[in-house]
């Protein structure tokens, strides 16, 4: 069955995957504004969520790469009418993925105090962070089954139930944060940051069995691990070992970027937290549309529709670019109320206010690469977009974060440099995709 690349069709898959892309942010978000005005250490709990929420990002990112790779092999054969061919693939895959997170998991609960040691925590701040990273990492394995459950859907063309699943752990997520940070007087006793976290690991928890639920009742895959190995197991390996190396690049600038504005002091890394939530949920929220393209260019690409997802390409960047023009003008007609959502802190809103307009100006180019990302994911481009990364960072966010340090730029340095690493990023997507199909199209 042809796919039909129009506005329908691309916003029936875009809109749900953005509500269901931007429920992560909304937690790290809910967790960042509750903690941030918290009665009692309100900053070092800010500072300690924010270290702790960029450091748990990462381990997600790296090992819930098999997401995408699961997404783009489905929709491949989905085109190609071979559907049952790889119903035996998600089961193994799964089963990699959460034995990964669990050596992970226990590798690094032992060496808590290192680790954010390493991202310059240090005194109340260093302590916070070890009693909320000990209570949110046993939820890690949890997101990655749900990310691996959503990858399933993608690659079968239903971002409807990853919305529902989303929807229901945000939800969720934003009642236990009221109920067990700042607790009911007479029945719960306040647990600040620590009730944060449990909130966090909750609905962590909602969410996996309702992915479970939800696999089993509404698809034919089957979670079993059946043997042999699929075919396509080595292929799904490399991919997302090439996805695993582009999020540790992805995340050298991210992590690099709490540790220098760790370094510059607490407004500083209080303003950043504020400013990093943002960008994720900005990011996520034009995500949708790179999900859209990832879904169906996988499936166009499986069908040989050289045109149609030529097509596909060019709606998605203009539909992409709307939502980021429209983020745009939220964000400086709310420009001084956004910050007081998060914080009450005079030093902390003053320094995020300086930095804000960055953020904001760095939407569209945001977008392009957003864009182009989730269409080469599904076009099982991993190593270009491996290589994009490891050039951006190491060419481009690296050599800039340290110039500009060494200028004495502080906050604003940072923001300029995770600018030039998106720019690099967007620029050299959209260089591989017109000389790679263009010419096709053409003949």
């Known amino acids: 069955m042809k796919t039909v690349v129009s506005f329908k069709t691309i916003n029936k898959l875009a809109i749900p995957a953005t509500i269901a892309g931007i429920a992560e942010p909304i937690l790290s978000i809910t967790d960042?504004?509750?903690v941030g005005n918290i009665p009692v250490d309100g900053l070092e709990s800010l500072a300690a969520a924010g270290i702790v929420g960029s450091f748990l990002s990462m381990l997600i990112w790296i090992l819930g790469q098999t997401r995408s790779a699961i997404s783009a092999i489905i929709s491949q054969y989905l085109g190609a009418g071979k559907l049952e061919n790889v119903k035996t693939l998600p089961a193994q895959a799964i089963f990699l993925n959460i034995s990964l997170s669990i050596i992970v998991l226990l590798s690094t609960i032992f060496i808590v105090e290192e680790i954010f040691v390493l991202l310059n925590a240090s005194g109340k701040i260093l302590e916070y962070c070890i009693s909320y990273y000990?209570?949110?990492?046993?939820?890690f394995p949890l997101t990655l089954f749900v990310f691996a459950v959503m990858g399933i859907f993608r690659g079968l063309q239903n971002t409807y139930y990853p919305m529902l699943i989303a929807i229901v752990g945000a939800i969720l997520n934003i009642g236990l944060d009221f109920l067990l940070v700042y607790g009911i007087e007479g029945i719960i006793s306040p647990m600040y940051l620590k009730g944060a976290a449990y909130a966090s690991l909750i609905a962590q928890a909602i969410?996996?069995?309702?992915?479970f639920s939800l696999l089993i009742s509404k698809t034919d895959i089957s979670?079993?691990?059946?043997?042999?190995?699929?075919?396509?197991?080595?292929?799904?390996?490399?991919?997302?070992?090439?996805?695993?190396?582009?999020a540790i690049a992805l995340n050298v600038a991210l992590i690099l970027a709490v540790r220098e504005a760790t370094?510059?002091?607490?407004?500083?890394?209080?303003?950043?937290?504020i400013a990093i939530n943002l960008w994720l949920f900005s990011a996520f929220f034009i995500d949708g549309y790179g999900a859209a393209g990832n879904i169906m260019g996988g499936r166009l690409l499986g069908a040989k529709d050289i045109k149609g997802l030529w097509q596909l390409a060019k709606k998605i960047m203009i539909y992409g670019g709307i939502v980021s023009i429209l983020l745009m003008l939220i964000g400086f007609l709310f420009y001084k109320p956004i910050g007081h959502i998060f914080s009450n802190e005079t030093a902390v809103l003053k320094t995020f206010y300086s930095i804000f307009f960055i953020v904001i100006l760095g939407l569209p180019m945001n977008t392009v690469a957003f864009v182009f990302d989730g269409v080469f994911k599904g076009l099982g481009e991993m190593k270009y977009l491996r290589n994009v990364l490891l050039t951006a960072t190491?060419?481009?966010?690296?050599?800039?974060?340290?110039?500009?340090?060494?200028?004495?730029?502080?906050?604003?340095g940072i923001w300029i440099a995770l600018t030039v690493w998106m720019a690099i990023r967007g620029g050299a997507l959209v260089w591989k995709f017109r000389r790679k199909f263009r010419p096709l199209i053409l003949k």
Request: aromatic share 14%; net charge positive; no cysteine.
């Open 32 to 34: 960042t504004a509750i």
């Open 134 to 139: 000990s209570i949110r990492v046993w939820g």
């Open 207 to 211: 969410m996996a069995i309702m992915a």
């Open 223 to 246: 979670l079993k691990v059946q043997f042999p190995l699929h075919k396509e197991l080595n292929r799904l390996i490399i991919m997302s070992l090439n996805l695993f190396i582009r």
């Open 263 to 273: 370094a510059l002091g607490d407004k500083y890394i209080g303003a950043h937290t």
């Open 394 to 412: 190491f060419l481009g966010f690296v050599p800039t974060l340290f110039l500009t340090k060494y200028a004495h730029w502080g906050l604003h």
